[in-house]
């Protein structure tokens, strides 16, 4: 496997990357005797083309690992080019503009708001068995992992029996300001919020919230993740579940709470219209949408998209399933629509 990447790696996250790998190679291992996944006739097909580009913005210490059990198991070469939902759909603009294709499969969040005309209909057989929100429409892409959206506060400044049920309740929170922190990005939570409380009495909410919190403007969700687990900020106003629990599965004290609305979105997979290697596409997308590779995926806290997947820790759907939960899969004139009304309410500039 050789990997690209647009952003420097630590030894920190290389160490963790060669722990993880073990991980997944042991879960890889247990599974070999249930890989439904692996049609022979298109393993076959993708042999011969003996290797593939996938372009994605999961972070190294999970995609790394997951690509090698695809590798181990079907001797499929992957190159691996990670870099950020916005850099990968700018860099696959400029290569389309320039009549190349660099690219087999792409993997982001971001999926939904590419070129519809750039990705292949197909319809991996794994995806019968996913949840029926997380498939894109004319079969362009299909959801690997749900990301959840929830604050989360650091279990060492905090205690659980002081956190706030309702959004309404946290507004009140004043002793919480300046010491809450969301990214800048989150315009799929805010979206949720006018569209559970309606756009009045959730703009009214929000208002409140910047108002009397007061909180910092992060950049990146992993970071957000680790400061609140570091004690930098006491409480994420929100963040995606399954980064808070990598935080947490890596020792760090901090936990998730959940309060309507959930707003809930996909890591996508989608494979290009003109792939260089279209058989060995085909074979890692239905992989990452198979029970070994989203099982494989939990290692880090991701959270599945199959029912017959546990979350890492157990239980994370089952408490889920009794809360108001939001699908966000945002066009990109929504998007915008959103991200403009998140930047007017937090002042971000």
């Given at each position: 496997?050789?990997?690209?990447?647009?952003?420097?790696?630590?030894?920190?996250?290389?160490?963790?990357?060669?722990?993880?790998?073990?991980?997944?190679?042991?879960?890889?291992?247990?599974?070999?005797?249930?890989?439904?996944?692996?049609?022979?006739?298109?393993?076959?097909?993708?042999?011969?083309?003996?290797?593939?580009?996938?372009?994605?913005?999961?972070?190294?210490?999970?995609?790394?690992?997951?690509?090698?059990?695809?590798?181990?198991?079907?001797?499929?070469?992957?190159?691996?080019?990670?870099?950020?939902?916005?850099?990968?759909?700018?860099?696959?603009?400029?290569?389309?503009?320039?009549?190349?294709?660099?690219?087999?499969?792409?993997?982001?969040?971001?999926?939904?708001?590419?070129?519809?005309?750039?990705?292949?209909?197909?319809?991996?057989?794994?995806?019968?068995?996913?949840?029926?929100?997380?498939?894109?429409?004319?079969?362009?892409?299909?959801?690997?992992?749900?990301?959840?959206?929830?604050?989360?506060?650091?279990?060492?400044?905090?205690?659980?029996?002081?956190?706030?049920?309702?959004?309404?309740?946290?507004?009140?929170?004043?002793?919480?300001?300046?010491?809450?922190?969301?990214?800048?990005?989150?315009?799929?939570?805010?979206?949720?919020?006018?569209?559970?409380?309606?756009?009045?009495?959730?703009?009214?909410?929000?208002?409140?919230?910047?108002?009397?919190?007061?909180?910092?403007?992060?950049?990146?969700?992993?970071?957000?993740?680790?400061?609140?687990?570091?004690?930098?900020?006491?409480?994420?106003?929100?963040?995606?579940?399954?980064?808070?629990?990598?935080?947490?599965?890596?020792?760090?004290?901090?936990?998730?709470?959940?309060?309507?609305?959930?707003?809930?979105?996909?890591?996508?997979?989608?494979?290009?219209?003109?792939?260089?290697?279209?058989?060995?596409?085909?074979?890692?997308?239905?992989?990452?949408?198979?029970k070994e590779g989203q099982t494989a995926l939990t290692a880090k806290g991701r959270i599945p998209t199959r029912p017959d997947v546990e979350t890492n820790p157990p239980g994370i759907l089952?408490?889920?399933?009794?809360?108001?939960?939001?699908?966000?899969?945002?066009?990109?004139?929504?998007?915008?629509?959103?991200?403009?009304?998140?930047?007017?309410?937090?002042?971000?500039?």
């Open positions: 496997m050789s990997f690209v990447s647009a952003r420097p790696k630590s030894a920190r996250a290389l160490l963790a990357a060669l722990v993880t790998t073990a991980t997944f190679c042991a879960i890889g291992a247990a599974q070999a005797q249930d890989r439904s996944w692996m049609d022979p006739t298109l393993l076959a097909a993708a042999k011969k083309e003996g290797k593939l580009t996938f372009y994605s913005s999961i972070n190294e210490e999970e995609g790394l690992p997951l690509l090698k059990v695809f590798e181990d198991a079907t001797g499929v070469k992957v190159e691996y080019v990670r870099n950020s939902d916005s850099g990968l759909l700018s860099r696959i603009m400029v290569e389309n503009r320039a009549g190349k294709q660099g690219w087999d499969v792409i993997q982001t969040t971001a999926v939904n708001k590419m070129p519809q005309e750039l990705l292949a209909s197909y319809e991996p057989p794994e995806a019968k068995v996913i949840d029926a929100g997380a498939k894109g429409a004319a079969q362009k892409w299909y959801g690997v992992y749900a990301n959840y959206n929830t604050p989360a506060y650091n279990t060492s400044k905090i205690k659980a029996a002081d956190l706030p049920k309702t959004y309404e309740e946290l507004a009140t929170k004043k002793e919480w300001a300046g010491k809450i922190a969301i990214d800048y990005s989150d315009n799929e939570w805010i979206a949720a919020m006018y569209k559970h409380y309606g756009d009045a009495k959730g703009a009214q909410i929000v208002k409140d919230i910047v108002k009397n919190l007061k909180p910092s403007i992060a950049k990146g969700h992993l970071a957000l993740a680790r400061s609140v687990g570091a004690g930098e900020y006491d409480v994420s106003l929100n963040n995606y579940l399954n980064l808070s629990l990598n935080v947490k599965l890596s020792g760090g004290p901090i936990d998730y709470w959940i309060m309507d609305p959930v707003a809930v979105f996909y890591g996508q997979v989608g494979i290009n219209a003109k792939a260089p290697s279209p058989n060995a596409a085909r074979l890692l997308s239905n992989f990452m949408l198979s089952k408490a889920l399933a009794g809360h108001k939960v939001v699908s966000v899969v945002l066009s990109p004139e929504e998007e915008n629509k959103w991200q403009k009304i998140y930047k007017e309410q937090f002042d971000v500039r």
